[in-house]
Protein backbone atom coordinates (compact mmCIF):
# COMPACT_ATOMS: atom_id res chain seq x y z
CA UNK A 1 0.00 0.00 0.00
CA UNK A 2 2.96 2.49 0.78
CA UNK A 3 4.51 1.95 -2.36
CA UNK A 4 1.19 2.07 -3.72
CA UNK A 5 0.79 5.50 -3.06
CA UNK A 6 4.67 6.77 -3.67
CA UNK A 7 4.21 5.43 -7.61
CA UNK A 8 0.47 6.35 -7.95
CA UNK A 9 1.72 10.06 -6.48
CA UNK A 10 4.59 10.25 -8.42
CA UNK A 11 2.42 9.69 -11.36
CA UNK A 12 -0.01 12.52 -10.24
CA UNK A 13 2.63 15.27 -10.06
CA UNK A 14 3.91 13.83 -13.79
CA UNK A 15 0.67 14.37 -15.12
CA UNK A 16 0.21 18.04 -13.47
CA UNK A 17 3.43 18.82 -14.70
CA UNK A 18 2.83 18.09 -18.26
CA UNK A 19 -0.45 19.66 -18.10
CA UNK A 20 1.14 22.95 -16.94
CA UNK A 21 3.43 22.71 -19.51
CA UNK A 22 0.43 23.17 -21.94
CA UNK A 23 -1.38 25.19 -20.17
CA UNK A 24 0.34 27.47 -16.91
CA UNK A 25 -2.90 27.81 -15.10
CA UNK A 26 -3.12 24.10 -14.33
CA UNK A 27 0.01 24.42 -12.20
CA UNK A 28 -2.01 25.89 -9.01
CA UNK A 29 -2.97 22.03 -8.19
CA UNK A 30 0.65 21.72 -7.14
CA UNK A 31 -0.42 23.78 -4.31
CA UNK A 32 -3.51 20.83 -3.24
CA UNK A 33 -1.21 18.01 -4.62
CA UNK A 34 2.17 18.84 -2.43
CA UNK A 35 0.47 19.06 0.96
CA UNK A 36 -1.42 15.67 0.28
CA UNK A 37 1.65 14.08 -1.00
CA UNK A 38 3.80 15.41 2.49
CA UNK A 39 0.68 14.16 4.84
CA UNK A 40 0.71 10.92 2.86
CA UNK A 41 4.71 10.42 3.43
CA UNK A 42 4.38 11.40 7.22
CA UNK A 43 1.49 8.92 6.98
CA UNK A 44 3.29 5.87 6.08
CA UNK A 45 6.76 6.67 7.53
CA UNK A 46 5.38 7.01 10.75
CA UNK A 47 5.42 4.00 13.13
CA UNK A 48 2.87 4.42 15.55
CA UNK A 49 -0.56 4.06 14.02
CA UNK A 50 -0.25 0.93 11.91
CA UNK A 51 -3.61 1.96 9.69
CA UNK A 52 -2.08 5.04 8.84
CA UNK A 53 1.11 3.85 7.63
CA UNK A 54 -0.72 1.02 5.73
CA UNK A 55 -3.24 3.68 4.44
CA UNK A 56 -1.92 6.51 3.88
CA UNK A 57 -4.51 9.68 4.12
CA UNK A 58 -7.47 7.35 3.77
CA UNK A 59 -6.49 5.56 7.12
CA UNK A 60 -7.05 9.12 8.88
CA UNK A 61 -10.43 9.05 8.03
CA UNK A 62 -11.31 5.88 11.09
CA UNK A 63 -9.48 8.26 13.57
CA UNK A 64 -12.09 11.44 12.36
CA UNK A 65 -15.19 8.96 12.60
CA UNK A 66 -13.77 8.05 15.70
CA UNK A 67 -13.36 11.41 16.88
CA UNK A 68 -17.25 12.23 15.83
CA UNK A 69 -19.14 9.04 17.13
CA UNK A 70 -20.11 9.69 20.31
CA UNK A 71 -22.03 12.87 18.89
CA UNK A 72 -22.96 10.55 16.09
CA UNK A 73 -24.82 8.15 18.30
CA UNK A 74 -26.63 10.94 20.45
CA UNK A 75 -27.86 12.71 18.12
CA UNK A 76 -28.98 10.33 14.72
CA UNK A 77 -28.71 7.18 16.35
CA UNK A 78 -29.77 6.31 20.13
CA UNK A 79 -33.83 6.34 20.37
CA UNK A 80 -35.63 7.99 23.23
CA UNK A 81 -34.92 5.05 25.79
CA UNK A 82 -31.95 3.55 24.89
CA UNK A 83 -29.07 5.73 25.43
CA UNK A 84 -26.69 5.42 28.12
CA UNK A 85 -25.89 6.16 31.02
CA UNK A 86 -28.85 8.80 31.02
CA UNK A 87 -31.61 8.23 28.25
CA UNK A 88 -32.52 11.26 25.90
CA UNK A 89 -36.22 10.60 27.28
CA UNK A 90 -35.23 11.57 31.02
CA UNK A 91 -32.41 14.56 29.60
CA UNK A 92 -35.22 16.20 27.66
CA UNK A 93 -37.50 15.73 30.86
CA UNK A 94 -34.51 17.93 33.34
CA UNK A 95 -33.87 20.23 30.55
CA UNK A 96 -38.09 21.00 30.62
CA UNK A 97 -38.47 21.27 33.90
CA UNK A 98 -35.20 23.41 34.70
CA UNK A 99 -36.57 25.66 31.75
CA UNK A 100 -40.09 26.19 32.71
CA UNK A 101 -41.08 24.76 29.34
CA UNK A 102 -43.87 22.24 28.39
CA UNK A 103 -43.17 19.13 30.33
CA UNK A 104 -46.03 16.75 29.32
CA UNK A 105 -45.56 13.93 26.34
CA UNK A 106 -47.70 13.62 23.29
CA UNK A 107 -49.82 10.54 22.30
CA UNK A 108 -49.10 7.65 25.10
CA UNK A 109 -46.56 6.15 26.28
CA UNK A 110 -43.47 4.93 23.90
CA UNK A 111 -42.59 2.44 26.18
CA UNK A 112 -42.81 -1.25 25.92
CA UNK A 113 -45.81 -1.49 28.97
CA UNK A 114 -45.18 -5.80 28.96
CA UNK A 115 -41.68 -5.62 28.33
CA UNK A 116 -39.00 -7.31 31.05
CA UNK A 117 -38.04 -4.47 33.45
CA UNK A 118 -41.17 -2.04 33.05
CA UNK A 119 -42.18 -0.92 36.19
CA UNK A 120 -45.59 1.25 38.14
CA UNK A 121 -47.75 1.57 40.89
CA UNK A 122 -51.55 1.28 41.41
CA UNK A 123 -53.54 4.32 41.18
CA UNK A 124 -56.42 5.42 43.92
CA UNK A 125 -60.20 5.69 42.69
CA UNK A 126 -60.11 8.61 45.23
CA UNK A 127 -56.90 10.22 45.04
CA UNK A 128 -56.12 12.99 47.17
CA UNK A 129 -54.33 16.30 46.80
CA UNK A 130 -50.87 16.37 48.23
CA UNK A 131 -49.00 19.63 49.87
CA UNK A 132 -45.57 19.85 48.76
CA UNK A 133 -44.27 20.08 52.21
CA UNK A 134 -45.44 16.65 53.63
CA UNK A 135 -42.12 15.55 51.39
CA UNK A 136 -40.09 17.40 53.88
CA UNK A 137 -38.10 14.89 56.32
CA UNK A 138 -36.28 15.57 59.96
CA UNK A 139 -33.10 14.41 59.93
CA UNK A 140 -31.45 13.95 63.43
CA UNK A 141 -31.55 11.46 65.88
CA UNK A 142 -31.97 11.24 69.89
CA UNK A 143 -28.16 11.97 70.32
CA UNK A 144 -28.62 14.97 67.61
CA UNK A 145 -29.03 18.63 69.07
CA UNK A 146 -29.23 20.51 65.47
CA UNK A 147 -31.53 18.65 63.88
CA UNK A 148 -32.15 19.47 59.93
CA UNK A 149 -35.27 19.34 57.79
CA UNK A 150 -34.51 18.84 54.46
CA UNK A 151 -36.05 18.58 50.96
CA UNK A 152 -36.85 14.84 49.96
CA UNK A 153 -34.58 15.92 46.96
CA UNK A 154 -31.02 17.43 46.96
CA UNK A 155 -27.98 17.99 45.07
CA UNK A 156 -25.65 14.96 45.25
CA UNK A 157 -21.77 14.76 46.39
CA UNK A 158 -19.75 16.56 43.65
CA UNK A 159 -16.64 17.93 44.45
CA UNK A 160 -15.08 21.31 43.31
CA UNK A 161 -12.47 20.40 40.78
CA UNK A 162 -14.60 17.83 39.18
CA UNK A 163 -16.96 20.76 38.48
CA UNK A 164 -16.30 24.13 37.83
CA UNK A 165 -16.48 26.87 40.08
CA UNK A 166 -19.21 28.55 38.27
CA UNK A 167 -20.98 25.49 38.18
CA UNK A 168 -20.52 25.10 42.11
CA UNK A 169 -21.75 28.38 42.52
CA UNK A 170 -24.97 28.10 40.29
CA UNK A 171 -25.80 24.60 42.23
CA UNK A 172 -25.30 26.56 45.68
CA UNK A 173 -27.62 29.10 44.76
CA UNK A 174 -30.42 27.45 43.40
CA UNK A 175 -30.31 25.12 46.94
CA UNK A 176 -30.95 28.47 48.43
CA UNK A 177 -33.35 29.71 46.03
CA UNK A 178 -35.44 26.29 46.60
CA UNK A 179 -34.44 25.50 50.33
CA UNK A 180 -32.57 22.12 49.53
CA UNK A 181 -29.33 20.85 50.62
CA UNK A 182 -26.07 20.65 48.40
CA UNK A 183 -23.92 17.89 49.15
CA UNK A 184 -20.11 19.49 48.45
CA UNK A 185 -18.47 16.02 47.84
CA UNK A 186 -14.83 15.30 49.37
CA UNK A 187 -13.32 17.60 47.60
CA UNK A 188 -13.64 19.94 50.60
CA UNK A 189 -15.59 23.13 51.46
CA UNK A 190 -14.51 26.36 49.05
CA UNK A 191 -15.91 29.29 48.45
CA UNK A 192 -17.63 28.64 45.90
CA UNK A 193 -19.80 25.94 47.84
CA UNK A 194 -20.80 29.57 50.36
CA UNK A 195 -23.63 31.09 48.66
CA UNK A 196 -26.05 30.92 51.14
CA UNK A 197 -27.50 27.60 50.28
CA UNK A 198 -27.83 24.81 53.16
CA UNK A 199 -24.12 22.46 52.91
CA UNK A 200 -24.19 19.00 53.81
CA UNK A 201 -19.91 18.78 54.09
CA UNK A 202 -18.76 15.04 53.25
CA UNK A 203 -15.31 14.37 55.19
CA UNK A 204 -13.50 11.59 52.68
CA UNK A 205 -10.45 9.65 53.48
CA UNK A 206 -8.41 12.67 52.53
CA UNK A 207 -10.32 14.92 54.96
CA UNK A 208 -9.66 17.27 52.76
CA UNK A 209 -10.37 20.64 54.77
CA UNK A 210 -9.89 19.21 57.97
CA UNK A 211 -6.65 17.65 58.09
CA UNK A 212 -2.99 17.80 59.03
CA UNK A 213 -0.15 17.97 56.55
CA UNK A 214 0.55 14.04 57.20
CA UNK A 215 -2.97 13.57 55.74
CA UNK A 216 -4.19 12.58 58.91
CA UNK A 217 -7.88 13.99 60.66
CA UNK A 218 -7.22 17.27 62.22
CA UNK A 219 -10.36 17.75 65.21
CA UNK A 220 -9.30 21.62 65.52
CA UNK A 221 -9.83 22.38 61.75
CA UNK A 222 -12.95 20.27 61.63
CA UNK A 223 -14.60 22.05 64.18
CA UNK A 224 -13.84 25.43 62.79
CA UNK A 225 -15.61 24.15 59.57
CA UNK A 226 -17.99 22.72 60.78
CA UNK A 227 -19.96 24.83 63.28
CA UNK A 228 -20.28 27.49 60.28
CA UNK A 229 -23.99 28.06 60.06
CA UNK A 230 -24.54 26.90 55.94
CA UNK A 231 -23.25 23.68 57.19
CA UNK A 232 -26.13 21.89 58.10
CA UNK A 233 -25.09 17.95 58.28
CA UNK A 234 -21.76 16.40 57.94
CA UNK A 235 -21.24 13.15 55.97
CA UNK A 236 -18.50 10.51 56.12
CA UNK A 237 -17.69 9.39 52.83
CA UNK A 238 -16.67 5.35 53.49
CA UNK A 239 -17.15 4.97 49.63
CA UNK A 240 -18.78 5.79 46.50
CA UNK A 241 -20.69 4.46 43.66
CA UNK A 242 -18.58 4.61 40.68
CA UNK A 243 -15.55 3.50 42.14
CA UNK A 244 -16.56 1.68 45.67
CA UNK A 245 -12.81 0.40 47.16
CA UNK A 246 -10.53 3.19 45.76
CA UNK A 247 -8.64 6.14 46.42
CA UNK A 248 -7.57 8.55 44.07
CA UNK A 249 -4.55 11.02 43.40
CA UNK A 250 -4.38 14.53 42.58
CA UNK A 251 -1.09 15.56 40.68
CA UNK A 252 1.12 18.00 42.05
CA UNK A 253 0.49 20.17 38.67
CA UNK A 254 -3.17 20.34 39.59
CA UNK A 255 -2.25 21.73 43.60
CA UNK A 256 -2.47 25.13 42.90
CA UNK A 257 -2.31 27.80 45.37
CA UNK A 258 -6.50 27.53 45.51
CA UNK A 259 -6.62 23.92 45.64
CA UNK A 260 -4.08 23.76 48.32
CA UNK A 261 -6.16 26.23 50.60
CA UNK A 262 -9.31 24.22 50.33
CA UNK A 263 -8.05 21.15 51.15
CA UNK A 264 -5.69 21.94 53.31
CA UNK A 265 -2.65 20.48 51.35
CA UNK A 266 0.64 21.87 50.03
CA UNK A 267 1.15 24.05 47.27
CA UNK A 268 2.78 21.71 44.20
CA UNK A 269 2.91 18.58 45.99
CA UNK A 270 1.18 15.02 45.11
CA UNK A 271 -1.65 14.52 46.93
CA UNK A 272 -2.70 10.85 47.91
CA UNK A 273 -6.52 10.11 48.94
CA UNK A 274 -6.15 6.71 50.26
CA UNK A 275 -8.89 3.80 49.95
CA UNK A 276 -9.99 3.88 53.41
CA UNK A 277 -10.02 5.72 56.49
CA UNK A 278 -7.31 6.07 58.93
CA UNK A 279 -9.25 7.45 61.80
CA UNK A 280 -11.02 4.49 62.41
CA UNK A 281 -10.67 0.85 61.15
CA UNK A 282 -13.59 -1.48 62.74
CA UNK A 283 -17.23 -0.62 63.10
CA UNK A 284 -17.15 0.02 66.44
CA UNK A 285 -14.24 2.97 66.39
CA UNK A 286 -16.22 4.33 63.18
CA UNK A 287 -19.28 5.05 65.17
CA UNK A 288 -17.37 6.69 68.05
CA UNK A 289 -15.66 8.90 65.45
CA UNK A 290 -18.72 9.81 64.62
CA UNK A 291 -19.69 10.59 68.07
CA UNK A 292 -16.76 12.74 68.20
CA UNK A 293 -17.87 14.81 65.29
CA UNK A 294 -21.27 15.10 66.31
CA UNK A 295 -19.49 16.92 69.48
CA UNK A 296 -16.84 18.87 67.34
CA UNK A 297 -19.98 19.98 65.36
CA UNK A 298 -21.96 21.54 68.01
CA UNK A 299 -24.62 18.48 68.02
CA UNK A 300 -25.36 18.89 64.05
CA UNK A 301 -26.74 15.60 62.02
CA UNK A 302 -23.64 12.98 61.44
CA UNK A 303 -23.52 9.86 58.89
CA UNK A 304 -22.09 8.35 56.85
CA UNK A 305 -21.75 6.90 52.97
CA UNK A 306 -21.64 3.96 51.20
CA UNK A 307 -21.83 1.55 48.04
CA UNK A 308 -22.70 -1.78 49.84
CA UNK A 309 -20.04 -4.06 48.91
CA UNK A 310 -19.78 -7.27 51.38
CA UNK A 311 -23.00 -7.55 53.46
CA UNK A 312 -20.99 -8.64 56.79
CA UNK A 313 -19.24 -5.53 57.23
CA UNK A 314 -23.02 -3.88 56.98
CA UNK A 315 -24.29 -6.56 59.30
CA UNK A 316 -21.14 -5.57 61.38
CA UNK A 317 -22.04 -1.89 61.79
CA UNK A 318 -25.76 -2.75 62.93
CA UNK A 319 -24.16 -4.93 65.78
CA UNK A 320 -21.70 -2.37 66.38
CA UNK A 321 -24.92 0.29 66.30
CA UNK A 322 -26.56 -2.20 69.14
CA UNK A 323 -23.99 -2.66 71.28
CA UNK A 324 -22.80 1.40 71.37
CA UNK A 325 -25.94 2.64 71.71
CA UNK A 326 -24.25 5.26 69.31
CA UNK A 327 -26.77 5.98 66.32
CA UNK A 328 -25.29 8.03 62.80
CA UNK A 329 -28.27 10.27 62.00
CA UNK A 330 -28.71 9.31 58.51
CA UNK A 331 -26.67 6.58 56.10
CA UNK A 332 -26.63 7.33 52.67
CA UNK A 333 -26.74 4.47 50.56
CA UNK A 334 -24.84 4.79 46.86
CA UNK A 335 -25.38 2.22 43.99
CA UNK A 336 -22.69 1.07 41.82
CA UNK A 337 -24.47 2.60 38.88
CA UNK A 338 -23.16 6.42 40.39
CA UNK A 339 -21.66 8.70 38.17
CA UNK A 340 -18.31 10.32 38.72
CA UNK A 341 -15.93 12.76 36.59
CA UNK A 342 -13.66 9.43 36.23
CA UNK A 343 -13.18 5.76 37.02
CA UNK A 344 -11.48 3.01 35.87
CA UNK A 345 -14.13 0.79 33.33
CA UNK A 346 -13.33 -1.91 36.29
CA UNK A 347 -14.30 -0.26 38.70
CA UNK A 348 -17.47 1.97 36.87
CA UNK A 349 -19.05 -1.48 35.47
CA UNK A 350 -18.08 -4.62 37.75
CA UNK A 351 -17.42 -3.80 42.00
CA UNK A 352 -20.38 -2.96 44.31
CA UNK A 353 -24.02 -3.09 44.36
CA UNK A 354 -26.68 -1.50 42.38
CA UNK A 355 -28.68 1.04 44.28
CA UNK A 356 -31.80 -1.01 44.42
CA UNK A 357 -30.33 -4.01 45.88
CA UNK A 358 -27.65 -2.09 48.30
CA UNK A 359 -31.12 0.27 49.47
CA UNK A 360 -33.51 -2.30 50.33
CA UNK A 361 -30.23 -4.38 52.09
CA UNK A 362 -29.46 -2.00 53.92
CA UNK A 363 -33.29 -0.49 55.05
CA UNK A 364 -33.96 -4.50 56.12
CA UNK A 365 -30.98 -4.48 57.95
CA UNK A 366 -31.74 -1.60 60.19
CA UNK A 367 -34.95 -2.85 60.33
CA UNK A 368 -34.03 -6.41 61.12
CA UNK A 369 -31.23 -5.25 63.91
CA UNK A 370 -34.32 -2.64 65.65
CA UNK A 371 -32.50 0.59 64.90
CA UNK A 372 -33.86 1.81 61.80
CA UNK A 373 -36.31 4.37 63.66
CA UNK A 374 -33.51 6.44 64.85
CA UNK A 375 -31.68 6.92 61.47
CA UNK A 376 -32.87 8.29 58.32
CA UNK A 377 -31.74 6.58 54.83
CA UNK A 378 -31.12 8.29 52.22
CA UNK A 379 -30.61 7.38 48.57
CA UNK A 380 -27.97 8.54 46.14
CA UNK A 381 -28.30 7.63 42.95
CA UNK A 382 -29.68 8.32 38.76
CA UNK A 383 -32.84 9.95 39.44
CA UNK A 384 -34.02 12.51 37.05
CA UNK A 385 -38.20 11.81 37.77
CA UNK A 386 -40.75 11.85 40.57
CA UNK A 387 -41.28 8.18 39.62
CA UNK A 388 -37.40 7.11 40.08
CA UNK A 389 -37.86 9.29 43.39
CA UNK A 390 -41.07 7.57 44.44
CA UNK A 391 -38.98 3.81 43.54
CA UNK A 392 -36.08 4.94 45.94
CA UNK A 393 -38.87 6.03 48.73
CA UNK A 394 -40.77 2.73 48.35
CA UNK A 395 -37.19 0.88 48.84
CA UNK A 396 -37.28 2.59 52.33
CA UNK A 397 -35.38 5.78 51.42
CA UNK A 398 -36.53 8.98 53.45
CA UNK A 399 -34.63 11.38 51.14
CA UNK A 400 -33.08 11.40 47.95
CA UNK A 401 -30.10 13.00 46.44
CA UNK A 402 -29.03 13.50 42.73
CA UNK A 403 -25.95 14.99 41.12
CA UNK A 404 -26.53 14.09 37.28
CA UNK A 405 -30.02 14.83 37.40
CA UNK A 406 -28.55 18.65 38.76
CA UNK A 407 -25.70 18.83 36.28
CA UNK A 408 -28.03 18.31 33.35
CA UNK A 409 -30.55 21.04 35.45
CA UNK A 410 -27.04 23.03 34.91
CA UNK A 411 -26.71 22.29 31.20
CA UNK A 412 -25.05 19.55 31.20
CA UNK A 413 -25.43 17.74 27.70
CA UNK A 414 -24.13 14.57 28.48
CA UNK A 415 -20.86 14.79 26.18
CA UNK A 416 -19.32 12.44 28.18
CA UNK A 417 -15.80 14.35 28.46
CA UNK A 418 -16.24 15.39 31.70
CA UNK A 419 -12.71 13.38 32.34
CA UNK A 420 -10.70 15.68 30.04
CA UNK A 421 -11.05 19.32 31.52
CA UNK A 422 -12.82 19.76 28.00
CA UNK A 423 -16.22 19.89 28.94
CA UNK A 424 -17.97 22.26 26.24
CA UNK A 425 -20.92 23.55 28.58
CA UNK A 426 -18.45 24.82 31.63
CA UNK A 427 -19.77 22.03 33.95
CA UNK A 428 -17.23 19.78 34.57
CA UNK A 429 -14.05 21.44 33.48
CA UNK A 430 -12.22 24.34 35.07
CA UNK A 431 -10.83 25.84 31.35
CA UNK A 432 -11.67 29.59 32.03
CA UNK A 433 -12.90 29.46 28.29
CA UNK A 434 -15.40 26.85 28.92
CA UNK A 435 -16.23 28.11 32.87
CA UNK A 436 -17.21 31.44 31.49
CA UNK A 437 -20.03 29.95 29.51
CA UNK A 438 -21.96 28.82 32.18
CA UNK A 439 -23.75 31.98 33.50
CA UNK A 440 -24.40 31.31 36.93
CA UNK A 441 -27.79 33.69 37.34
CA UNK A 442 -29.49 31.74 34.60
CA UNK A 443 -28.33 28.18 35.99
CA UNK A 444 -29.02 28.40 39.67
CA UNK A 445 -32.91 29.24 38.59
CA UNK A 446 -32.93 26.34 36.62
CA UNK A 447 -31.35 24.23 39.19
CA UNK A 448 -33.78 25.14 41.97
CA UNK A 449 -36.89 25.22 39.02
CA UNK A 450 -36.15 21.49 38.16
CA UNK A 451 -35.76 20.33 41.60
CA UNK A 452 -39.35 22.12 43.05
CA UNK A 453 -41.09 20.61 39.56
CA UNK A 454 -39.66 17.53 40.12
CA UNK A 455 -41.00 17.46 43.71
CA UNK A 456 -44.25 18.67 42.65
CA UNK A 457 -44.67 15.68 40.56
CA UNK A 458 -43.83 13.72 43.38
CA UNK A 459 -46.65 15.08 45.33
CA UNK A 460 -49.02 14.69 42.43
CA UNK A 461 -48.43 11.23 41.76
CA UNK A 462 -48.20 10.15 45.61
CA UNK A 463 -51.80 12.26 45.27
CA UNK A 464 -53.07 9.92 42.48
CA UNK A 465 -52.15 6.66 44.54
CA UNK A 466 -54.57 7.83 47.21
CA UNK A 467 -51.84 8.80 50.23
CA UNK A 468 -51.34 12.23 51.88
CA UNK A 469 -47.77 12.10 52.04
CA UNK A 470 -44.69 10.42 50.67
CA UNK A 471 -43.83 8.78 53.66
CA UNK A 472 -46.76 6.40 53.14
CA UNK A 473 -45.33 4.97 49.76
CA UNK A 474 -44.22 1.39 50.31
CA UNK A 475 -42.59 -1.49 49.10
CA UNK A 476 -46.17 -3.37 48.42
CA UNK A 477 -47.09 -0.09 46.18
CA UNK A 478 -44.56 -0.25 43.27
CA UNK A 479 -44.52 -3.48 40.56
CA UNK A 480 -42.09 -4.97 38.23
CA UNK A 481 -42.82 -6.98 35.29
CA UNK A 482 -39.82 -9.79 35.33
CA UNK A 483 -39.04 -11.57 32.13
CA UNK A 484 -40.98 -14.30 32.39
CA UNK A 485 -44.01 -11.45 32.08
CA UNK A 486 -45.20 -12.21 35.86
CA UNK A 487 -45.84 -8.88 37.62
CA UNK A 488 -44.04 -9.12 40.96
CA UNK A 489 -44.07 -6.07 43.82
CA UNK A 490 -41.04 -4.58 45.38
CA UNK A 491 -42.36 -6.76 48.46
CA UNK A 492 -42.12 -10.07 46.92
CA UNK A 493 -39.03 -9.19 44.92
CA UNK A 494 -36.95 -7.10 47.96
CA UNK A 495 -38.68 -9.21 51.02
CA UNK A 496 -38.82 -6.87 53.79
CA UNK A 497 -37.86 -8.12 58.04
CA UNK A 498 -40.08 -7.32 61.15
CA UNK A 499 -38.16 -4.96 63.56
CA UNK A 500 -35.87 -7.15 65.64
CA UNK A 501 -35.44 -10.29 63.31
CA UNK A 502 -32.23 -9.96 63.28
CA UNK A 503 -31.01 -9.62 67.08
CA UNK A 504 -29.05 -12.43 68.62
CA UNK A 505 -31.25 -12.58 71.36
CA UNK A 506 -34.25 -13.42 68.98
CA UNK A 507 -32.37 -16.65 67.68
CA UNK A 508 -31.83 -17.40 64.43
CA UNK A 509 -33.13 -15.59 61.93
CA UNK A 510 -35.06 -16.71 58.87
CA UNK A 511 -32.86 -15.17 55.93
CA UNK A 512 -31.35 -16.65 52.44
CA UNK A 513 -28.49 -18.98 53.13
CA UNK A 514 -25.86 -16.25 51.95
CA UNK A 515 -27.43 -13.91 53.79
CA UNK A 516 -27.84 -15.90 56.94
CA UNK A 517 -23.78 -16.62 56.41
CA UNK A 518 -23.17 -12.79 55.99
CA UNK A 519 -24.95 -12.40 59.32
CA UNK A 520 -23.38 -15.48 61.10
CA UNK A 521 -19.61 -14.00 60.16
CA UNK A 522 -20.05 -10.16 60.95
CA UNK A 523 -18.42 -8.56 63.55
CA UNK A 524 -18.41 -5.15 65.45
CA UNK A 525 -14.84 -5.45 66.59
CA UNK A 526 -13.83 -5.57 62.53
CA UNK A 527 -14.56 -5.12 59.12
CA UNK A 528 -13.91 -8.08 57.28
CA UNK A 529 -16.28 -10.85 56.41
CA UNK A 530 -16.55 -13.27 53.26
CA UNK A 531 -20.09 -12.59 52.54
Known amino acids: MVMLFHKVSWLVFLFIGAVGFLWPPFLALYALAVPVYLVGAVDSLQRRH?????????????????FVRPELQQYFVESNHSGRPVSREFRSVVYQRAKGVTDTQPFGTQRDVHGEGHEFVHHSMSPVHVDDVETRVQIGGPQCTQPYSASILNISAISYGALSKNAIMALNRGAKEGDFFHNTGEGGLSQYHLQGGDLCWQVGTGYFGCRTLDGKFSAEKFEKKATRPEVKMIEIKISQGAKPGKGGLLPAAKVSAEVAEIRGVEVGKEVDSPPAHTAFTTPTEMLHFIQQLRELSGGKPIGFKLCLGRRSEFFGICKAIVETKIYPDFITVDGAEGGTGAAPLEFANSVGRPLDDGL???????????????????????????????????LG?????????????????QALKCNTNKCPVGVATSDPRLVRGLVVEDKYKRVARFQKLTVHALADVVGAMGYKSAKHVRRTDVFRRLATGEVKSYEQIFASLKPGELLASNGVPNLPEDQLAAWRSSHSDAFWGKI
Open 50 to 66: TVRRNFPIIGRLRYFFE
Open 397 to 413: ADVVNSARGMMMALGCI
Open 360 to 394: AFITNALVGFDIRKNIRVLAAGKVFTSFQLLTKLA
